[in-house]
C-alpha cells in the first residue's frame, strides 16, 4: 500500500514532535534539583526585654537555696564610684615643684580619678540581698554586665517534650527572674547540660512542654555571681620592690675573692711621727763679758 504524501508529512510531524518532547524531558530530569532557601527559626533571640527596663535580677540555686539580688536604684541611695568619660580632663597638671616624692606612702592611688555620683536621675545596679553579702561596695559596671547578658540571652533550637524531667526540667537546678519596672517579670529555668554540646536545657515563664537550649557560657557567666557577687576590687596596696644586682653570683664571688687578694697583699704604711724643730742651744749662749774678766786681760805697763 502506497501513503500518499500528505500521510507522509503528517507521519514525518509527529516523530519530531515525539522527539522534541522526549528531549525536553530528559533535560529535565538531569538537571540540578533546584534549592529553596530555608529560613532558620530554630536560633534567635530567647527573650525580647529591653535592658532598661529592667529593675530587678534575681538569681537562685535551687539545690543549696543560694541566691543573689540585684537591684536597679537612684544613685542617691548607694555608695557608688562612676569613671569621667575622660581621664585627661582631670588629671592635673604636673610641674616640676609640685611634683612628689614617689615613696610608699605618696604613692598615688589608681582609683583616685572616680568621683562619687549623687544626681538622682542616675540609675545604677547595686548588690540588694544575697548568701555571700561582704562589707564592699558593688561594681555597678559587672552588675549591670549580668542584666545586659540576660536580656541578650540567645536560643540556638527548641523542641517540645512531654517528659521535662529527660533535661532535669521538672525541678529546675536555677532559676533567674528578672523584674521590670511596670511589674512583668521574666523567668528562666534552667536544667541540665547538653551532654553532648555546651548548652543548656532551659524553660521560659514557667512553660515546661517547650524546651530551650541556651549557651553555657552565657547562663554561667550568671550563675558564678551567686558565690562571687560583682563587688568593686579594693586598691592595691603598693610595695617596694628590691633592685636586683647586676652581677650574677659567680660574679659576686669574684670580686670578693679580689678584693680580699688585694686588701691582704698591700703593704702597711706605718706613719711617722712629726718631727718638733728643736732651737740650737749654742746658738743663743754667748760669752758673758764684766768688768773682772777685762781687768784680768789687760796687759801689764813696765817702766
Same mark, same amino acid.
Given at each position: ?33 533546584q ?33 543573689l539580688t ?9 555608695t557608688?564610684i ?24 605618696? +604613692? ?8 562619687? +555620683? ?41 523542641? +517540645? ?5 529527660n ?18 517579670? &521574666?523567668?528562666?529555668?534552667v536544667?541540665l547540660?547538653?551532654p553532648?554540646?555546651?548548652?543548656? &536545657? ?9 524546651? &530551650? ?11 558564678n555571681?551567686?558565690? +562571687?557577687?560583682? &563587688? ?67 796687759p801689764?805697763?813696765?817702766?
Open positions: 500500500m502506497r501513503l500518499d504524501r500528505n500521510t507522509i508529512i503528517l507521519i514525518v510531524i509527529s516523530l519530531v514532535v515525539i522527539v522534541g518532547v522526549l528531549v525536553i524531558n530528559n533535560s529535565q530530569i538531569n538537571a540540578p534539583p534549592v529553596t532557601p530555608t529560613v532558620d527559626t530554630q536560633s534567635g533571640q530567647l527573650l525580647t526585654v529591653n535592658p532598661a527596663d529592667l529593675r530587678q535580677l534575681e538569681i537562685r540555686n535551687n539545690e543549696t537555696l543560694a541566691f540585684l537591684r536597679r536604684v537612684p544613685s542617691t541611695n548607694a557608688v562612676i569613671q569621667p568619660e575622660s581621664t585627661a580632663d582631670v588629671t592635673p597638671e604636673v610641674t616640676p615643684e609640685a611634683t612628689p616624692e614617689m615613696t610608699p606612702e605618696s +604613692t598615688p592611688d589608681p582609683m583616685a580619678f572616680l568621683t562619687p +555620683t549623687a544626681d538622682p536621675n542616675v540609675l545604677v545596679w547595686i548588690i540588694s540581698q544575697g548568701t555571700n553579702l561582704q562589707n564592699r561596695t558593688t561594681d555597678t559596671l559587672q552588675a549591670e554586665n549580668a542584666v545586659l547578658v540576660f536580656s541578650a540571652l540567645r536560643r540556638t533550637n527548641f523542641f +517540645t517534650t512531654d517528659n521535662p524531667a533535661f532535669g526540667l521538672d525541678t529546675p537546678r536555677f532559676t533567674i527572674i528578672a523584674t521590670a519596672a511596670g511589674g512583668e517579670t &521574666y523567668q528562666v529555668d536544667g547540660k547538653n553532648t554540646a555546651p548548652r543548656y &536545657y532551659v524553660t521560659l515563664n514557667g512553660d515546661k512542654t517547650t524546651v &530551650y537550649q541556651v549557651a553555657q557560657d552565657q547562663i554561667d557567666s550568671m550563675l555571681l551567686i558565690v +562571687t557577687p560583682p &563587688y568593686s576590687q579594693p586598691s592595691p596596696t603598693p610595695f617596694l620592690t628590691a633592685t636586683p644586682n647586676p652581677f650574677s653570683e659567680v660574679e659576686q664571688t669574684a670580686t670578693a675573692i679580689v678584693i680580699q687578694t688585694q686588701t691582704a697583699s698591700a703593704p702597711t704604711i706605718t706613719p711617722l711621727p712629726s718631727a718638733t724643730p728643736t732651737v740650737d742651744a749654742t746658738a743663743e749662749v754667748t760669752p758673758e763679758t764684766t768688768p773682772e774678766a777685762t781687768d784680768a786681760v789687760t801689764e805697763v813696765t817702766p
